[in-house]
């Protein structure tokens, strides 16, 4: 049983869980997530750290009968921001490589590393495009928009801190433009659990933040 107050041994347990179903090699894990774990801790992260990650994979694995292929879903969210830089446009792309790169380290087959990378850049333009597994990444990595009003406003916050190099005015306008790509979709959630559990109170979230964000 582990400390659900550690996302450090979430993610330990999901990497080895996923890494099994996989058949990679056991040598090496270890080392491979002491560097996922230490780039997770980085100074600049307010949010997009190891509380986050552990976040996406405990909502994956609750919902992981939505998948084809769940422990590419696991392994997708562990390394999607393994490579993080709020000054950068690339990181998708480099947690994509980094993650391939992993994963061919530990005899992972071509066809697990592709899969893993194509999830991966699918958080770059968070569109799944009818693929189920990229569906659950991306609704696992936007739950935050369907949390509760508190949580929501310090994920904000969060946010906020780690682009705290961008002048207000920019960042309201940036901001507000982020949010509202998500609050014309159709539907933000696709997996239908998620949807049901999260779908309204994401609305009122980003309906709250843009206005605030307003001039």
């Known amino acids: 049983m582990h400390d659900a107050d550690d996302p450090g041994v979430v993610l330990r347990e ?47 694995h609750a919902h992981a009968a939505h998948a084809r292929h769940a422990h590419d879903v696991t392994l997708a969210l562990l390394f999607h921001d393994a490579i993080y830089d709020p000054r950068a446009h690339d990181n998708e792309a480099r947690s994509a490589e980094l993650a391939e790169r992993a994963l061919g380290a530990l005899d992972a087959s071509d066809e697990t590393r592709a899969r893993v990378r194509h999830l991966v850049m699918a958080t770059a333009g968070h569109d799944a495009r009818f693929d189920r597994d990229a569906e659950l990444v991306l609704d696992c990595d936007l739950a935050i928009l369907g949390a509760d009003p ?12 780690e682009y705290a190099f961008v002048p207000d005015d920019a960042y309201r306008v940036g901001r507000a433009r982020v949010l509202a790509s998500f609050a014309v979709r159709t539907s933000i959630y696709a997996v239908p659990a998620i949807a049901r559990e999260r779908e309204a109170r994401a609305r009122v979230n980003l309906r709250d933040a843009i206005a605030r964000l307003a001039p």
């Open 14 to 60: 999901a990497f080895d869980r996923a890494c099994d179903e996989i058949g990679a090699r056991i040598d090496g894990r270890a080392a491979i997530l002491d560097e996922l774990l230490t780039r997770l801790a980085e100074p600049h992260r307010r949010y997009h750290d190891a509380h986050h990650v552990a976040a996406c994979v405990t909502m994956a």
């Open 150 to 161: 508190e949580t929501f406003s310090r994920f904000e916050a969060q946010i906020r801190e």
